[in-house]
């Protein structure tokens, strides 16, 4: 191996970052804790390559192709790194197309050669965590097992009365433009301006549809009184008695959708998480039904009409890449299939795998997690809360470590025989790799691991069988400030009970992001 | 979005696959158990960017560079794919020199632009399971602990008895060929040579020693005394009373670290694992230390300085890429870490992080396991043994499905309410996603699942605040054979009793495999 100077330029690529300690720890508790829940729903893994064909990622992604990382031509075949997670599964679905029905989740990196933004989350790689069904079921069945999949993630993430989802569909909206007469060519760009409303005022939006866009301002007056439209039952209810809208054949689709989807929720017993919101429209023009994004606390932006403060803030929330976007604004958010301020977004989107090969054409519906924000939010709330767990790196239970008087030989073997005995038992355990370490340096490793428990073990009272299991951060005068001493032979299970019971009284959210206990969301 | 004609080369990149189904389940379990060994070691995990710059690849790999994948140059940044996991830990190790003790595990894809043959399991991209101890600490303590975490993963794998560790150390190795007379500057070559023992007859090494390399008749000679020994303390004592070896600094050092390593190996219950084999010298140039290589039934190919068809059946073994090795042979195994027969290898590596910075030199001590491998002969074990979950694609526990008489309406929103009481308690449930489907459809989709229960919805019954449960594939005249008829109320408690008692009537290895239970290695 050759001999080289330290020249190196010690760092990671632009807009990477390597994940260690307690964020990967935190970061990877979250994937379990989604993973669990595709899982309970008959998910399935799907892992494809982090490369592509080139010509498989060709024409998906409009002018933000530019984005795509090329692997150099090193003869062979040309590729590139996956831009995200649905393309792929588009392709897989067009290369099976004896796979006529398909429940499949995928958690990995995707990659954008975007100007990066580390310091406000903006990554050229980054995580997706996506569920997708594919397949011709009765209308809004598997829809609503989507969002009800949403809801069971952000419960289990401790979410509680935090978050809610916006829903609405592109059928509905389409019939909306056309009931007030936009034109055909302008439904897009129109539909895209719509999709600002939650983080510009409407005088703004319609500024653009009449300036920029060309829209009638008597249309865009018309456009207002529905996308203004927030709601549960009682506005679908509404809108099932607008004959306008009843005579437009998209409109009626849609709103008879939204009913049976409605329904499902609520058999589903997730109904008032759902806000049925007509401003929302969503980014991507490959939705052909409903269409959802999942807002929290603090995640979006505030939207007024009128404070100059709130627009300065707002403008921190400039839609990523929809097509009016500013591609110099560092202020995107990094995924054009999240909204700035939301934490999980996706749709319906029919037509997508047909691209591929058209005789394989399935129709499909699906989520995609934004991890990277879900986690910074989930972080902040651990910090806040001061929990113990959100500092720690590993999930160590105990510090084995041994002490003893004049001559001590620092009991290294037996040490490693009592780890012995707990890693037998499953149990996570650590020790000193000293020989004979000090006592005050062993009690310094337990804690500054975070690790809840010490086995004590001392010459006399390990010569007696015993040793002395002592809980880390026990106030003085606790009855068990000083441990407890047991047999070695009950050492596993005197351990695994302490940490159970620690457990249990440790806070909601750690437990649920360790996947210890699953609430049961209220009905 | 521009229509595209299906021209598309439906395909993923040569030496790339996808991961779906059954074999993605089984992979992601094996994953799980190897993640939960390292967690309970105290292994934090390190998730470092799948690209690095390209410099901090260079020099690194010697002439296999060029296999070393490269982004194309689109302005900023040139950057590689990575290669392995050790170059990266090391990387981030230098760049955070405060950082001087860490315990880090990294299950990750690793990419090589190797001529592939993914029949041989031979690809481009694939993964690499690594746990590392960085840190200067008392003599084979960290070493010890590593050999004591691949016994476990392989237990917890259930593969008892079916697997062996050979472990040899450099410094003995680099003493042995000095005191049987080999040049300096011939070291590292006779070392890859003896390498070779593991597929080749002493009779071809020896040729290679003698007529590749150069090398004295006589002092190859004097090597073979000392290579061909294997066994386990009393071969350590045997070489202890080698007055020329402890007359070699290197290989008295070495044989000390031998020493404690298996007294160390003793304290942690395990000895009986390891097979202390001379022959063993490993590949890569940077180990300072102990090596080590896991090999199990049938992973390694038989040898024999005799019988032609072992012969032939060798060349299939041919050591991956060390030097002597011939870069067009097809048979070649994919990772250069791992020995043709082994599952996983490893060893101390004092000098690496030092490339990066010398004055953040830290030792380091690692092993990889070779997933790809161990999926294989896990698989193979799991269909001989017709194990059920080896083909199963998901985790789900209970169908949800309902039947009825004439005018049945097909009591979706009622299967969905059931649904949701059971994953609302944690259960893996599924339901047809159609309006009305037929009871036969509803238990085909069962079987086809594997789905070990059925919940049944009868009109009936349900009006009765009642639902049958029932175990797939009862025989006839078994007394629960049409299920049993249990309260709404207690329903998830029943289903979690009966799945709780039918995964400990499965077979250990799937328990094993779910991470369920954990089993006591033997001592």
Redesign the interface.
């Known amino acids: 191996?050759?001999?080289?100077k330290?020249t190196?330029?010690?760092?990671?690529?632009?807009g990477?970052?390597?994940?260690?300690?307690s964020d990967?720890?935190l970061?990877?508790r979250i994937f379990t804790t989604i993973a669990d829940v595709f899982?309970?729903?008959?998910?399935?893994?799907?892992?494809?390559?982090?490369?592509?064909?080139r010509?498989?990622l060709?024409?998906?992604y409009?002018e933000d192709s530019k984005l795509i990382?090329?692997?150099?031509?090193?003869g062979?075949?040309i590729?590139s790194?996956r831009y995200d997670l649905t393309v792929p599964f588009a392709?897989?679905l067009?290369?099976?197309p004896d796979v006529r029905s398909m429940?499949?989740y995928h958690i990995a990196?995707v990659?954008r050669?975007d100007q990066p933004a580390v310091s406000k989350g903006r990554m050229r790689?980054f995580y997706q965590c996506d569920f997708d069904i594919a397949?011709t079921?009765?209308p809004m069945?598997?829809d609503?097992?989507i969002l009800?999949i949403v809801t069971?993630v952000f419960e289990e993430l401790g979410w509680q009365g935090r978050y809610s989802i916006k829903i609405n569909h592109r059928k509905i909206l389409d019939g909306v433009f056309e009931v007030c007469g936009v034109p055909a060519d302008k439904i897009r760009p129109i539909s895209s301006a719509v999709d600002k409303l939650d983080k510009m005022p409407w005088a703004d939006v319609r500024k653009e549809m009449v300036e920029e866009k060309g829209l009638d301002p008597a249309v865009a007056d018309k456009i207002e009184t529905y996308v203004i439209k927030k709601g549960g039952r009682d506005l679908l209810e509404t809108l099932l008695k607008d004959e306008s809208l009843l005579a437009n054949a998209s409109a009626k689709a849609g709103l008879e959708d939204m009913d049976l989807l409605l329904?499902?929720l609520?058999?589903?017993?997730v109904l008032d998480r759902i806000s049925f919101d007509m401003s929302l429209a969503r980014g991507l023009?490959?939705y052909t039904g409903v269409i959802y994004e999942v807002v929290t606390e603090g995640s979006a932006p505030a939207v007024s009409s009128s404070a100059p403060e709130a627009q300065n803030l707002q403008k921190s929330g400039k839609k990523s890449k929809s097509k009016g976007g500013n591609a110099d604004d560092d202020d995107r958010s990094n995924d054009p299939t999240l909204g700035v301020g939301s934490v999980a977004a996706g749709g319906r989107y029919d037509n997508l795998v047909g691209?591929?090969?058209?005789k394989a054409q399935i129709p499909c519906v699906g989520v995609s997690f934004g991890v990277d924000r879900i986690f910074s939010i989930t972080k902040a709330r651990l910090e806040r809360e001061k929990s113990a767990e959100a500092l720690r790196?590993?999930?160590?239970d105990v510090f084995v470590m041994a002490f003893g008087g004049k001559g001590f030989n620092g009991m290294?073997?037996?040490r490693?025989?009592v780890?012995?005995t707990l890693?037998?038992?499953?149990?996570?355990?650590?020790f000193s790799?000293?020989?004979k370490p000090k006592l005050p340096q062993q009690f310094k490793a337990a804690e500054q691991?975070g690790i809840p428990f010490a086995v004590i073990l001392g010459e006399d009272e390990l010569a007696a069988g015993k040793v002395r299991i002592k809980e880390m951060g026990l106030e003085e005068g606790h009855p068990e400030k000083e441990g407890v001493l047991v047999d070695l032979v009950t050492l596993p299970a005197e351990v695994k009970a302490r940490v159970a019971k620690k457990q249990d009284q440790s806070s909601t959210v750690t437990q649920q992001l360790q996947g210890l206990k699953?609430d049961?969301?209220a009905?």
């Open positions: 191996m050759p001999k080289e330290s190196f330029n010690l760092k990671t690529p632009k990477t970052k390597d994940w260690s300690g990967a720890l970061r990877d899982k309970r729903h008959g998910g399935t893994a799907l892992d494809t390559p982090v490369f592509e064909l010509e498989i060709a024409g998906k409009g990382y090329d692997l150099q031509d090193q062979g075949e590729c790194l392709r897989w067009a290369m099976n429940k499949r990196k990659y050669r790689e397949g079921f009765d069945v598997p609503a097992e009800r069971e329904a499902y609520d058999a589903f017993g023009d490959y691209m591929f090969l058209p790196s590993s999930e160590v290294l073997k037996e490693m025989n780890c012995q890693w037998n038992a499953g149990i996570k355990a650590e790799y000293k020989l691991g699953v049961a969301p009905n």
